[in-house]
């Protein structure tokens, strides 16, 4: 083999310079870790809206029940005993 110029350097048509097969690996890992990551940043940002929101709903439902009873105090249930 010779020494001269490689059909990469002479930039031949249709011929790449390929990168490692390990490079190539790591950099297809990271990605997959970058994208998953993303995907559960998002998905912790959808779990904390659908939580805050069915805290909401909760808040709402007993402020109705509080307005509706009429008191914010405890309710004390009075159980009667009759003898016969």
């Known amino acids: 083999?010779?020494?001269g110029p490689t059909p990469q350097s002479v930039g031949?048509?249709?011929v790449k310079s390929y990168t490692p097969t390990r490079i190539q690996m790591e950099v297809l890992a990271r990605r997959n870790a970058e994208d998953e990551q993303a995907s559960l940043?998002?998905?912790i940002v959808e779990l904390e809206e659908k939580l805050l929101g069915?805290?909401?709903a909760h808040e709402r439902s007993n402020m109705e029940n509080i307005s509706q009873n009429g008191s914010n105090s405890r309710h004390h249930v009075?159980?009667?005993s009759y003898l016969l």
Do not use: A, I, S
Request: proline share 7%; glycine share 14%.
């Open 1 to 3: 083999m010779g020494l």
């Open 12 to 14: 031949t048509p249709g």
């Open 41 to 43: 940043r998002q998905r």
């Open 54 to 56: 069915e805290r909401l």
């Open 78 to 80: 009075v159980n009667h």
